[in-house]
């Protein structure tokens, strides 16, 4: 029996806490994309989602810098050990940032790990508010100070940061080298922080216009919808993936 799948908005006002165990999802800010006058310009900032791990404490945190000879894959456990941020806005977003932030008890000091979905303006327009935050903006992971490392990230190799955390290759949308961050284990299950793999709930008429990929995706869409139950969208309100048993013919 196969199963059909649709989507439908999740509601509630940003900051949106989605609790879990081993860690819990906070959108901070939704993205919007809203045209303006009628030259084909639009107004559009990117959501901002927190990741909080359960065991970490604000008033016990003692960081210590991330040496990075054990390589990326102890580098990145190491980074999500601490909050993460899922991309950050534009730059006209910093002081919403800084106050949502604020608002759930995190400092930019804090940060431990930020990820940016792809390299556009309006996702990652803040990087410079995290100098001491360790960098995965599309496929390129820097410890703070410039240290690159490598990794084997592709569609077929997830990079793994922790139980049930993960980043997926998810190209596409500004080409090749677009990620998401997967988390399971929420109370409404797995959550996709998916940049723009999905513009917004509703957009499959829509999507292809800006996608500089759009085979590749149509693939990652397909395999994003295949694994979550909530996804945060890049430019609007997060939203469920409801799967429902189809009735076999008789």
Same mark, same amino acid.
């Given at each position: 029996? +196969?199963?059909?799948?649709?989507?439908? *908005?999740?509601?509630?006002?940003?900051?949106?806490?989605?609790?879990?165990?081993?860690? /819990?999802?906070?959108?901070?800010?939704?993205?919007?994309?809203? &045209?303006?006058?009628?030259?084909?310009?639009?107004?559009?900032?990117?959501?901002?989602?927190?990741?909080?791990?359960?065991?970490?404490?604000?008033? /016990?945190?003692?960081?210590?810098?991330? !040496?990075?000879?054990?390589? %990326?894959?102890? +580098?990145?456990?190491?980074?999500?050990?601490? *909050?993460? @941020?899922?991309?950050?806005?534009?730059?006209?977003?910093?002081?919403?940032?800084?106050?949502?932030? %604020?608002?759930?008890?995190?400092? &930019?000091?804090?940060?431990?790990?930020?990820?940016?979905?792809?390299?556009? +303006?309006?996702?990652?327009?803040?990087?410079?508010?995290?100098?001491?935050?360790?960098? @995965?903006? /599309?496929?390129?992971?820097?410890? *703070?100070?410039?240290?690159?490392? !490598?990794?084997?990230?592709?569609?077929?190799?997830? @990079?793994?940061?922790?139980?049930?955390?993960?980043?997926?290759?998810?190209?596409?949308?500004?080409?090749?080298?677009?990620?998401? @961050?997967?988390?399971?284990?929420?109370?409404?299950?797995?959550?996709?922080?998916?940049?723009?793999?999905?513009?917004?709930?509703?957009?499959?008429? /829509?999507?292809?216009?800006? +996608?500089?990929?759009?085979?590749?995706?149509?693939?990652?869409?397909?395999?994003?919808?295949?694994?979550?139950?909530?996804?945060? *969208?890049?430019?609007?309100?997060?939203?469920?993936?409801?799967?429902?048993?189809?009735? &076999?013919?008789?």
């Amino acid at each position: 029996m +196969s199963s059909l799948v649709r989507t439908e *908005p999740l509601r509630g006002e940003p900051p949106l806490m989605v609790p879990g165990d081993p860690y /819990s999802v906070v959108v901070l800010l939704r993205g919007y994309a809203e &045209p303006e006058g009628g030259d084909g310009a639009v107004r559009a900032d990117g959501s901002v989602t927190l990741v909080l791990p359960h065991a970490w404490d604000a008033a /016990s945190n003692h960081r210590e810098p991330l !040496p990075g000879d054990g390589g %990326a894959k102890t +580098s990145l456990e190491e980074a999500a050990c601490g *909050p993460i @941020l899922v991309d950050t806005g534009g730059p006209w977003a910093r002081e919403a940032l800084l106050g949502a932030l %604020a608002g759930q008890g995190v400092s &930019p000091r804090d940060v431990t790990l930020v990820v940016g979905t792809h390299g556009h +303006s309006d996702h990652i327009g803040n990087l410079g508010l995290f100098p001491e935050a360790a960098l @995965l903006v /599309s496929h390129d992971f820097c410890l *703070p100070g410039g240290l690159y490392l !490598p990794h084997r990230l592709d569609e077929e190799c997830p @990079l793994r940061l922790g139980p049930g955390l993960e980043v997926w290759a998810t190209p596409g949308h500004g080409g090749q080298r677009d990620v998401s @961050l997967v988390v399971a284990g929420t109370a409404l299950g797995t959550v996709v922080v998916a940049g723009d793999v999905f513009e917004r709930v509703g957009d499959e008429d /829509s999507w292809q216009a800006l +996608s500089e990929d759009p085979v590749a995706q149509e693939r990652s869409r397909k395999r994003v919808l295949g694994a979550a139950d909530v996804v945060v *969208p890049g430019h609007g309100a997060p939203f469920r993936v409801v799967r429902e048993a189809s009735q &076999p013919e008789t």
